[in-house]
């Protein structure tokens, strides 16, 4: 999605710096993610890389590059796949977690028309008509770990962890359960996005992620399900 979006006079400028940066992310990726749960039963992890196009990184791994997304490619399974509409976050992540498309779910962009009305309000999870897959493993019984997934505000209640992602507005409960917000903040975690855009900050942004990774994994859990949400390539030249 990053790639496609990219404007066109400087597309090249751009993905070289995005070749870089997930070049740069592998030094962080591999140890905090591969102790996440223990071995004693069948679990699912789904990890989503913001804006990594396959083109960026099949070339990186032809390069040596990545090693364990190679393995995974070459173990697993690997296909382009179709975006949603308007390639905004909201409505492609709302289509994957429902398995259902906008028109279904309800979820069109970053905010919502007010029926009636010339308003728009930050579009938020209550407004998603369908549920969402953690909702269907809780009600079976699943234990569930949500990190960082657009659209997840206000945190729903699940049979296990979530912490919110970016468009949580400032002071405001990030967490189910509840009681989890307040020890985050004070270890100085935010489920907001840096504000300063610079390649540093979103290093130690992803540090942060997966920090908190590290930690969630001695829960207790069926299936986690982590993003890290990258910055725009232009964003990268500050």
């Known amino acids: 999605v990053g790639s496609e979006m990219c404007i066109r006079d400087s597309k090249d400028i751009q993905q070289m710096k995005m070749r870089q940066y997930y070049q740069n992310m592998k030094l962080h990726i591999p140890y905090k993610l591969r102790s996440l749960g223990n071995q004693n039963k069948q679990r699912v992890m789904i990890i989503g890389i913001d804006g990594a196009c396959l083109s960026i990184l099949s070339s ?20 382009k796949h179709n975006s949603s509409p308007f390639f905004q976050s909201y409505n492609a992540w709302s289509s994957l977690i429902t398995g259902t498309n906008s028109a279904k779910n309800g979820i069109y962009s970053y905010e919502t028309k007010i029926p009636g009305e010339y308003k728009f309000v930050a579009t938020n ?15 079976y019984g699943r234990k569930v770990v949500v990190l960082d997934i657009p659209g997840t505000y206000p945190a729903e209640k699940v049979n296990g962890i979530m912490v919110t992602s970016l468009y949580t507005p400032k002071g405001a409960c990030f967490t189910y359960p509840e009681d989890l917000s ?41 299936c986690f399900c982590l993003l890290y949400t990258s910055p725009s390539p232009r964003d990268l030249s500050t």
Request: aromatic share 10%; net charge positive; glycine share 4%.
């Open 60 to 79: 990186l791994i032809k390069e040596g590059q990545l090693p364990n997304l190679k393995r995974l490619m070459e173990n697993g399974f690997c296909a």
């Open 125 to 139: 999870s209550k407004m998603r008509a369908n549920k969402a897959y953690w909702r269907i493993l809780s009600d």
């Open 182 to 222: 307040q020890p985050l903040s004070r270890c100085g975690y935010s489920p907001r996005p840096p504000e300063v855009h610079t390649e540093k900050r979103h290093h130690q942004r992803l540090e942060e992620i997966f920090q908190l990774a590290n930690f969630l994994k001695r829960t207790d859990w069926d």
